[in-house]
């Protein structure tokens, strides 16, 4: 006599793929959490900088969505600084980092993931440690470095400390040691250089690590506003994040839907250029994650 083993109950696709259904409510709940804590600040900014001069951003009579929505205070901040010159600046300190950064993370990456040199393993571990110090520990030496070689208020003496990061070197060391060595053996074999294998074969293999590295960076450059502070003096070398901290002065009247617009104003660029490279950018992180 057989006894009729009992058959697991089947949840349909939807539900097999994701857990139950408690589970998947939890997880819908903590994403909803996580959205409201990183994209909630940026929207009532928003918000707040299309309120009228009627409308309270602050306090008990201050709601969330404008009455009378309008576009008042972004002209403000185009009429009280020179928002373009601003924008100028920023864009020549970027455009130098990404540059510098690609250069010399790409080929130090290449170099350290290639094996056979002493020393190699020694580089590795003084890149792992430099990471290990905030900023703040090494500002002041920074500022006296940049001092003695006379680039105090230049966009050049805002570059030069994000010449090239640590972090970006291991990305790219990351992305080219997941390149298979019998690729490589190949090329040799059909008579391909050191620089031919790194221009045709590595570079393109870590084009989503190029892309990690093109947005930290560029986020990096752009929304730095510590080290601008400590080296510019003169307005028309300031770049944006600095200059538009300026609205916050008693001078200008201080209106907080125009420090709002120009909080929006200094996001845009970093939010738009994260659409476009959303793509690279994941597929990146993944493959060019540091390996020993």
């Known amino acids: 006599m057989t006894t009729a083993v009992p058959r697991a109950r089947r949840l349909p696709p939807r539900w097999r793929d994701y857990g139950r259904p408690r589970e998947?409510?939890?997880?819908?709940?903590?994403l909803l959490l996580v959205l409201g804590l990183t994209v909630g600040p940026l929207l009532w900014q928003l918000l707040a900088s299309l309120k009228s001069t009627g409308e309270d951003v602050f306090g008990a009579d201050a709601t969330l969505l404008p009455r009378h929505p309008t576009l008042r205070a972004y002209r403000e901040v185009f009429d009280q600084v020179p928002v373009a010159t601003y924008i100028r600046n920023s864009l020549t300190v970027v455009v130098l980092s990404i540059t510098s950064q690609l250069?010399?993370?790409?080929?130090?990456?290449?170099?350290?993931?290639?094996?056979?040199?002493?020393?190699?393993?020694?580089?590795?571990?003084?890149?792992?440690?430099?990471m290990m110090f905030p900023f703040e520990s090494i500002?002041?030496?920074?500022?006296?470095?940049?001092?003695?070689?006379?680039?105090?208020?230049s966009l050049a003496g805002v570059w030069l400390p994000g010449?090239?990061?640590?972090?970006?070197?291991?990305?790219?060391?990351?992305?080219?040691?997941?390149?298979?060595r019998e690729i490589e053996d190949s090329a040799m074999l059909d008579g391909a250089g050191e620089w031919q294998r790194f221009r045709y074969l590595y570079l393109p293999s870590a084009w989503g690590?190029?892309?990690?590295?093109?947005?930290?960076?560029?986020?990096?450059?752009?929304?730095?506003?510590?080290?601008?502070?400590?080296?510019?003096?003169?307005?028309?070398?300031?770049t944006l994040t600095l200059g538009l901290s300026r609205l916050q002065s008693s001078s200008f009247g201080y209106d907080q839907r125009v420090?709002?617009?120009?909080?929006?104003?200094s996001v845009i660029p970093v939010l738009v250029l994260f659409v476009i490279t959303q793509r690279w950018f994941y597929k990146g992180v993944s493959a060019g994650a540091v390996k020993l």
């Open 139 to 153: 500002m002041v030496s920074l500022f006296l470095s940049i001092r003695d070689l006379g680039l105090v208020d």
């Open 24 to 30: 998947l409510v939890v997880r819908y709940l903590l």
């Open 209 to 238: 690590a190029i892309m990690v590295v093109v947005i930290n960076t560029f986020i990096s450059a752009w929304d730095d506003f510590l080290w601008p502070l400590i080296v510019l003096r003169s307005e028309n070398h300031m």
């Open 259 to 265: 420090v709002m617009a120009g909080s929006v104003i």
């Open 163 to 180: 010449f090239v990061g640590a972090i970006n070197v291991l990305l790219m060391r990351g992305a080219f040691l997941a390149v298979p």
């Open 103 to 130: 250069v010399f993370s790409a080929t130090a990456g290449y170099m350290l993931s290639k094996p056979g040199w002493k020393g190699r393993r020694a580089v590795w571990v003084v890149l792992v440690a430099s």
